[in-house]
Nanobody
Framework: VQLVESGGGLVQPGGSLRLSCAAS????????MSWYRQAPGKERELVAA????????NYADSMKGRFTISRVNAKNTVYLQMNSLKPEDTAVYYC?????????WGKGTLVTVSS
């Protein structure tokens, strides 16, 4: 199982970024996927999740209306569109899949929101 995040970077407050997570090593279309983040000195927290078909999503309250999770099963990729970014969104963002009770994580991509 391999998960590779990309798309992070430095963005000004109010800006947007789209993160991608390319998956391999498992049948991507059969599993729910999720994005987490971990800010410096804080615990890792759930950002958003999407079911295997992409028809059902859920978000942490602080991300609702600003972030959108989506997936393209034909590309084995899950996305996180982040709009109206705030300095408190600064974190390393990870994608995750749970296979048979085991969590697999990518190495993360750093998002820094600063002027």
């Amino acid at each position: 199982v391999q998960l590779v995040e990309s798309g992070g970077g430095l963005v000004q407050p109010g800006g947007s970024l789209r993160l991608s997570c390319a998956a391999s090593g498992f049948t991507f279309s059969m599993y729910a996927m999720s994005w987490y983040r971990q800010a410096p000195g804080k615990e890792r927290e759930l950002v958003a999740a999407i079911n295997s078909a992409g028809g059902s999503t859920n978000y942490a309250d602080s991300m609702k209306g600003r972030f959108t999770i989506s997936r393209v099963n034909a590309k084995n990729t899950v996305y996180l569109q982040m709009n109206s970014l705030k300095p408190e969104d600064t974190a390393v963002y990870y994608c995750k899949v749970n296979l048979y009770g085991i969590n697999y994580w990518g190495k993360g991509t750093l998002v820094t929101v600063s002027s």
